[in-house]
């Protein structure tokens, strides 16, 4: 798998951006402290790394939309909790929304180091991980210490969405989400008539577009 690849379930320190999210809730298994899963302290450096998964025909070909900006609000907020090597690989920033670009670079101000590339692999390091990567602007391949990795993972249909849409007679898409056309007034309709879709059944939408439809 994708994630496999990445070193997930291999190593501790490799988490997805949700388990990263759940560490920095106030609530959560930490007390919204960033520490590293295999020791339990502060790591020095985190290495983000953005559509894994996405945009790749071996796995998912469609952008997930909002992985850019919830992976920038985590690097600011670690920056925030004071690790200061903070690195962000990336195909390129999708910051579509208003204020988006703006606080892409107040991130890049407070010192975050975004990397245009694509990983190759992330593997042990001794007490640590090694992040090798193609720095697309160099066309070199590079690697980069790192004490936590995390991934951006594809945003998929949700588990169900095939069985609920064979169950209505609506068609789903190549991707597996629901098959839609913009109607007048723009109702989102489905293949069937009379059953319409919004949010997320349809393909990967952030907060404000799933609530907009």
């Known amino acids: 798998t994708v994630l496999g690849q990445y070193g997930y379930g291999k190593h501790p320190d490799v988490l997805t ?25 502060h790591p020095k450096n985190i290495f983000f ?9 071996r796995f998912y070909r469609y952008c997930s939309r909002f992985c850019c900006m919830y992976s920038i609000k985590e690097t600011y907020q670690a920056i925030n909790h004071g690790i200061k090597d903070v690195s962000v690989l990336y195909m390129d920033v999708r910051a579509y929304g208003k204020g988006f670009d703006a606080f892409f670079d107040r991130t890049r101000q407070e ?9 190759a692999e992330i593997s042990p390091n001794g007490k640590g991980l090694v992040v090798r990567y193609e720095d697309t602007d160099s066309g070199k391949l590079k690697k980069a210490k790192a004490d936590m990795v995390i991934l951006a993972t594809a945003v998929r249909p949700s588990e169900g969405l095939e069985g609920l849409a064979e169950a209505l007679g609506i068609e789903v898409d190549e991707d597996g989400f629901l098959k839609t056309e913009e109607a007048q007034g723009g109702v989102i309709t489905t293949s069937r008539p009379g059953i319409l879709a919004a949010g997320c059944a349809t393909g990967p939408k952030d907060i404000p577009d799933s609530v907009s439809e």
């Open 17 to 41: 951006s949700m388990e990263f999210e759940r560490m920095l809730a106030p609530m959560g298994p930490t007390g919204g402290e960033i520490v590293k899963p295999s020791t339990g302290k």
């Open 49 to 57: 790394v953005l559509c894994v998964g996405s945009r790749d025909r």
């Open 111 to 119: 010192g975050a180091k975004f990397i245009r590339g694509h990983p």
